[in-house]
């Protein structure tokens, strides 16, 4: 028996740690949300702010708050402890490493800080927890009670190879370093722009579901909402954009054949905004939409067309603040004829970088897919066919990094799934792309947004109808795709509807 008892803690001894450091590999938490370390956020010294000159060809990597000895400083988000030590110029120094939404590491430090710690190395720590407290002069290397605060890109680098949290360097470390207050301003005051990436809303036989979806192709649990009620089993369409002026993004929904009516819910909130119904109460079709700044008054307008098998009609609503209603503004007529139910799929670009935006409309069903645009006066034929005995869906944005919109179109009903690229003179590209594999020939949905955050725009897309909520993000010059998910329950048929947050 104690033969056996031996043997039994030796296995414990050799097998628990390995088992501990991979459950901890696995537990790194992501920091999607910031907050300054300090209670008080000002500028009071002189030279305090990142990238002010010291001396010759020396800069500032950091900001310097003044704040009396003994305040609290906190965590700017959920991270690790890397390293907590006393140096010289900076007193009490605490590091921790972060991981960000798009898995960029980042390093924030907190300098000048009094002998007593709440946190230690290795340590898990949350957003606003607090690691210590400001030093006094005779602990924090000799300088006015302040912290020096920075943000170093990349993961953190062992300081027992290489020292790289100076408080001061040249020019060119300025490189290796974030602007910590623009960086916090900038996340603290939009914390979903690091985070949501892809909104979706199944389309029938599905309910107003409305869900977004992060760099991973995960769903923000925070984020998860119905816009019409559960009766509504016919989907819903979606878009995005500012129709208020206030400077945040606003989520535009239509419901698909049931009561058709168009709601505006804040993105960030959820909160409902207000609700109208762009046709006649005998229209009882699908509303496509689609948003823009058409007149230039920074309000982006809410452009509405009819749907499939429906007479095509066009109508351009603005958001009068002072009603808190929309009204109907500019008058746009029907691209294509009455006597032809064949609705209409719309996008907007600047066709001739004049920075005014034209309509871009293609019928939504009827097996055409000849393109024409609004020049503010008629309608212009863009392009007769893009594809052979099937209609469109469009959407555009700069997908090659060339500083220039390109028209996207994916193809519909009875043909294989493809999509084609078009450049503003009308020239269709021959690389062209294949999204999904199998013999899907339902047609399929388009977006765009930045993905992985490299300053270059992807294609994403869906299957429209009758087909599982697949979505797949491509980068268009490399044609890799960069992931695929499932948008809801894998047994869901009814394919989904989407939209890229820019």
């Not at 110029?89 to 002998?115: A, C, M, P, R, W």
């Not at 309000?299 to 009609?313: A, C, L, N, R, W």
């Not at 490399?478 to 048929?493: H, I």
Request: charged share 25%; glycine share 8%; net charge positive.
């Amino acid at each position: 028996m104690k033969i056996k008892a031996t043997i039994l803690i030796l296995l414990c001894f050799l097998f628990f740690p390995f088992f501990t450091l991979a459950e901890n590999n696995l537990s790194v938490a992501e920091a999607y949300s910031f907050t300054w370390p300090l209670d008080k956020w000002s500028f009071d010294m002189e030279g305090q702010k990142f990238g002010t000159i010291r001396g010759a060809g020396i800069y500032h990597l950091g900001d310097d708050i003044g704040i009396s000895a003994g305040s609290p400083v906190y965590a700017i988000a959920t991270g690790t402890v890397k390293h907590i030590g006393v140096h010289t110029d900076f007193g009490t120094v605490i590091l921790i490493e972060h991981t960000l939404s798009n898995q960029e590491k980042i390093v924030s430090l907190y300098g000048h800080l009094g002998k007593e710690i709440k946190v230690k190395e290795g340590q898990f720590v949350n957003k606003n927890q607090i690691i210590g407290y400001i030093g006094t002069i005779d602990v924090n290397g000799g300088w006015p009670e302040h912290l020096h605060f920075g943000i170093r890109k990349g993961t953190y680098i062992d300081i027992k190879t290489n020292w790289v949290y100076w408080g001061l360097g040249s020019k060119d470390k300025l490189n290796d370093w974030y602007n910590p207050t623009e960086f916090l301003w900038y996340r603290i005051n939009n914390p979903d722009v690091t985070t949501g990436k892809i909104v979706t809303s199944p389309n029938y036989p599905g309910r107003s579901h409305i869900r977004i979806f992060d760099e991973r192709g995960l769903a923000i649990p925070s984020f998860d909402f119905f816009a019409y009620p559960p009766k509504n089993k016919k989907g819903s369409q979606i878009t995005i954009g500012d129709i208020n002026n206030d400077q945040k993004q606003e989520l535009i929904i239509s419901s698909n054949n049931y009561k058709p009516q168009i709601k505006v819910f804040s993105k960030n909130s959820q909160d409902f905004i207000t609700k109208f119904k762009p046709f006649s109460k005998k229209y009882n079709g699908q509303i496509n939409l689609t948003t823009a700044d058409l007149n230039l008054d920074s309000q982006d307008e809410i452009i509405v067309s009819t749907g499939p098998d429906q007479y095509p009609k066009i109508k351009i609503f603005s958001f009068n603040k002072t009603t808190n209603l929309f009204e109907e503004t500019i008058k746009i007529p029907n691209p294509f004829s009455r006597k032809i139910k064949c609705g209409i799929n719309l996008t907007i670009i600047d066709l001739n970088n004049d920075n005014k935006k034209e309509v871009i409309a293609t019928p939504a069903n009827n097996k055409k897919s000849v393109i024409k645009y609004w020049d503010g006066i008629s309608w212009k034929k863009f392009k007769k066919r893009i594809f052979k005995k099937t209609n469109a869906k469009l959407t555009v944005g700069d997908i090659d990094g060339d500083l220039q919109e390109e028209i996207i179109a994916g193809s519909q009903s009875g043909k294989r799934s493809i999509i084609k690229i078009i450049n503003k003179d009308g020239h269709i590209r021959k690389k062209t792309i294949k999204p999904f594999k199998f013999d899907y020939k339902n047609g399929i949905n388009i977006t765009t947004t930045d993905y992985n955050n490299d300053g270059i725009l992807d294609i994403v897309v869906s299957l429209a109808k009758a087909g599982p909520s697949k979505i797949k993000v491509i980068q268009y010059k490399q044609r890799l795709v960069l992931t695929s998910f499932w948008a809801y329950n894998e047994n869901f048929t009814g394919g989904v509807n989407i939209i890229g947050i820019k």
